[in-house]
């Protein structure tokens, strides 16, 4: 079974421009989460979709926004990047919405900010 | 306000030797515990879990234990290889409303295991 996969990998953006960052779950898999891995703060949660929905959203500013197909891929948006959006990018997925179960992660798209 | 807390930004051990990697938390409303590993330039890999309701979990080299009481919880690893060299987060489930829920990590700890 393939495993979560990102896209791009890395990304070059310069501050006031917007970028969108792609993810597949795990086939079968209809819930993905997005975290930003920094060297100052670690791996934060941004927020979870299932079902087409938000459900669950971390303390990030609006600026950070993302969305789930139908088929459960999803994307999240950055408008205006500001130089401190410079981060490592992860997208995770789990099988159940519901009670505790791991979480598997991609590779993560690298963004950079100039 | 870290609710969780790898205070160990480091580690080194010898080869077949065991390693003991400690987190500590503040939140009593975690309800499930995971130890993630990480390789540069790759996304945190699943290693062993543990539900609140538990205080061991065993898994081939890995073992997770929790003390409630104290808020901690430790990832031991017998006999280390060269090969677990990385970094190790711990996590906690923050569960929401809806079912929804969200991990909570500790900044991390580099596990160096010298041959």
């Known amino acids: 079974k393939a495993g979560v996969t990102q896209t791009p990998r890395y990304l070059i953006k310069t501050r006031g421009q917007q970028v969108t960052l792609s993810c597949s779950p795990i086939s079968g898999h209809r819930s993905v989460s997005w975290y930003q891995q920094t060297p100052g703060q670690g791996l934060q949660f941004l927020f979870e979709?299932?079902?087409?929905?938000?459900?669950n959203k971390g303390n990030f500013p609006g600026r950070f926004s993302g969305r789930q197909f139908s088929n459960s891929r999803s994307e999240m948006n950055v408008s205006t990047l500001e130089l401190g959006d410079s981060a490592l990018y992860l997208c995770?997925?789990?099988?159940?919405?519901?009670?505790?179960?791991?979480?598997?992660f991609g590779p993560g798209t690298r963004l950079t900010v100039l | 306000d870290q609710q969780v807390k790898q205070n160990s930004p480091s580690l080194s051990v010898q080869e077949g030797r065991i390693s003991i990697l400690n987190c500590d938390y503040t939140?009593?409303?975690?309800?499930?515990f995971l130890w993630y590993k990480k390789y540069p330039a790759e996304g945190p890999t699943f290693l062993i879990s543990?539900?609140?309701?538990?205080d061991k979990n065993e898994d081939g080299r890995f073992t997770v234990f929790l003390n409630k009481s104290a808020k901690h919880l430790s990832l031991h690893i017998v006999p280390s290889q060269p090969g677990d060299s990385a970094v190790y987060f711990c996590a906690a489930s923050d569960p929401a409303q809806g079912g929804s829920e969200k991990l909570v990590f500790g900044k991390g700890t580099k596990l160096t295991v010298n041959p």
């Open positions: 995770a997925s789990r099988y159940l919405a519901g009670g505790p179960n791991e979480q598997f």
């Open positions: 939140n009593s409303m975690f309800d499930y």
């Open positions: 543990i539900s609140s309701i538990k």
């Open positions: 979709y299932f079902s087409e929905t938000q459900r």
